[in-house]
């Protein structure tokens, strides 16, 4: 395993890497977001009601004092007690104060003892002003003004303003308190949802639980395959997982039976060399020696290629051309036989493209050519051709390859051909090309004939089924 | 003829050397593919043979770089792969024949005859010029039908000759690609073998097919026939 893992691509950084991390890194990010802006809609309307109530209550006090206030001798009077007891009480927080025109102060409460409100602007008649000051004691203070003008008073164009203030450090805590309640909530409800979501996750993850489950039993040999009844988006994966798992298993068997007969098939030969071996010096058969070297060879060779070939499944396989493939091969053959003077006249398709595995085609087309030039007088003829399936999938192909040469008497054909079993049973000395093609060509689930060609020789005709 | 053998395994390279000797061939070997590489480009060669499993550098890569470097001499592929695309590949990067091992000496006697004679221009195995035949199989040499009686250096130097038919061969070059390293290498008996030939071949001085060029050495003059 590699110690330092490759950079995930996109979201994944290589610190997040269970499914779980990642869906939790984004509901919390989503959560902060919502839960955020949340409690900040509903803190700004908080305070704006709560600031609108405080302007009520100012204003209502504000009304209490104009109706206390008696006109005498074109003067202000207020009376020495007033409705609202706030306003007599030191240190309250609540103070009222009457302004003649714009400066001059006619009244002040009894709160507003040691207490001055600031200079702002001041209404005009008729006209009020919510603001927040701060007051000589250092204090915020909201403060509400109306502007009236008596009609029972001689100047009536120089208004009297009525001032009623009180802290703001009540509403302040008032909005803190509920700021406090809203983030214990929400709290509440985000360690809600991440433990809803975790339940979710469990659930919705299961699936992949049991499939490394169901891989560890197989890995164990307790079980063969995965089971069936998987969410569909997992039905491909463990569809492929079976096909990959049971194209393994047959690869594997077929290694173990082709190293049973390799094994097997080299203990004749060795058995002849050893007994060879033990006749007198002088005497010794070469010739039969060397006999069964060539046998054990062509064995070796036979179960090697055999053993390469591929299971007939689409896993490894890639797109290849076998009209390039046949013209490669044919190249080089054509070097190979210089000597020979062999004329190859192909007949190929532009291009023929499927999918299939390009060690055991070229071993499969390899061999058929390389026999035709061996055995050819003068003429060899290729031709291939596509094989369309009926409905109009993936294309198969038909090869034939003829020469003018001794051809194979029609009884020794099968003999040319049988050689799937025990290599030790049959005749040492013959070429294995033939039988190799028949094996590749049963794997590929395809059809090999042998017959007399045009041309006089041996014509091979292998049929890839769609 | 001199060839190259760039093969790993000690003993099966002692071996080819020896019978490539014996055969009356010269021979350079190298057991990793650099090695083998730096004879096949500084050397004069005729021929390799090349193992495609080498040390440092495969034979594939070697029989590249051969072939980049503009040398145009056969080169033959030992292999333990006979796998098809292995052949192929082996091919299509500049081999012109392989043999899979494990090979008898037959075998590889008659690649290297057949690709040192097509690369000299000679399409079969039996060289045909004028009167004379020489058949690289069976090592015979007749003239208008009748054999020729000649020794093992006779033969050798006329078959050399016959492969570079038209070109001219110089006395060092037949002495370095024909003698073996302890042998005497007396260039002067160059000469009196080529008077024997002479005598052999063309008793009657009519035919004349080995031309002496003074101070440069000697050239196959008749013109290949073909049947």
Known sequence: MPSSPPPADGVATPAVRSLSARLLVVVSVLLTIFFGLTIIILELGFERSAEKSVEDRLGARVIMLLSSAQTENGRLEMPATLPEPLFATPGSGVIGQIQAGHDSVVWRSASAVGIELSQRALPFVNQRRFDRVTASDGEEMFALSLAVAFDDLPDRTAPFTVTVAERTAPYWAQVSRFRRQLLTYFSALAILLLAAQAVALRWVLSPLRKVADEIRQIEQGDQRALSQGYPSELAGLTRNTNRLLDAERKRRARYRNTLGNLAHSLKTPLAVLRTALDVKPGHR?????????????????????????????????????????????????????????????????????????????????????????????????????????????????????????????EEAR??????????????????????VVRELVDVSGGDLTLDRAQLGGLRVTIRIAP | ??????????????????????????????????????????????????????????????????????????????????????????????????????????????????????????????????????????????????????????????????????????????TDRLYDENEDRDSNVIEVFIGRLRRKLDPSRAVKPIETLRGRGYRFALEPTSR
């Open chain 2, 1 to 174: 003829m001199r060839v190259l053998i760039i093969e790993d395994e000690p003993s099966l390279r002692a071996s080819l050397s020896e019978s490539l000797s014996g055969a009356g061939y010269g021979v350079e070997s190298a057991g990793d593919g650099v090695e083998g590489l730096y004879f096949a480009k500084e050397y004069p060669i005729d021929l390799a043979i090349v193992d495609l499993g080498l040390p440092k550098m495969s034979g594939m890569d070697v029989i590249r770089e051969i072939r980049a470097a503009g040398k145009t001499y056969p080169i033959l592929i030992l292999t333990a792969r006979d796998r098809w695309q292995d052949k192929v590949e082996g091919l299509q990067a500049g081999a012109d024949d392989y043999v899979v091992k494990p090979f008898r000496w037959e075998e590889i006697e008659a690649r290297l005859n057949a690709l040192l004679r097509r690369s000299a221009g000679w399409a079969e195995a039996v060289l045909r010029a004028g009167p004379i035949e020489l058949d690289t199989l069976a090592q015979a040499v007749t003239v208008d039908g009748a054999e020729i009686d000649l020794t093992s250096f006779e033969y050798r130097v006329l078959e050399y000759l016959m492969l570079r038919a038209g070109k001219v061969v110089s006395k060092t070059e037949l």
């Open chain 1, 414 to 435: 099968d003999a040319a051909l049988a050689r799937g079993g025990r290599l030790d049973e049959t005749v040492a000395g013959q070429g294995i090309g033939l039988a």
């Open chain 1, 285 to 409: 058969d070469d010739a039969l020696m060397e006999q069964q070297i060539d046998r054990m060879n062509e064995i070796v060779s036979y179960q090697l290629q055999r053993a390469g070939a591929g299971s007939g499944i689409n896993v490894g396989q890639e797109k290849i051309d076998l009209v390039f493939i046949v013209g490669d091969i044919v190249e080089a053959l054509n070097k190979v036989y210089a000597d020979r003077g062999v004329a190859c006249r192909m007949s190929l398709p532009d291009s023929l493209r499927l999918l299939g595995d390009r060690g055991d085609v070229m071993e499969m087309l390899g061999n058929v050519l390389d026999n035709a030039y061996k055995w050819a007088h003068r003429d060899v003829h290729v031709s291939l051709s596509t094989v369309n399936s009926p409905d109009g999938g993936p294309a198969g192909f038909a090869f034939v390859v003829e020469d003018d040469g001794p051809g194979i008497a």
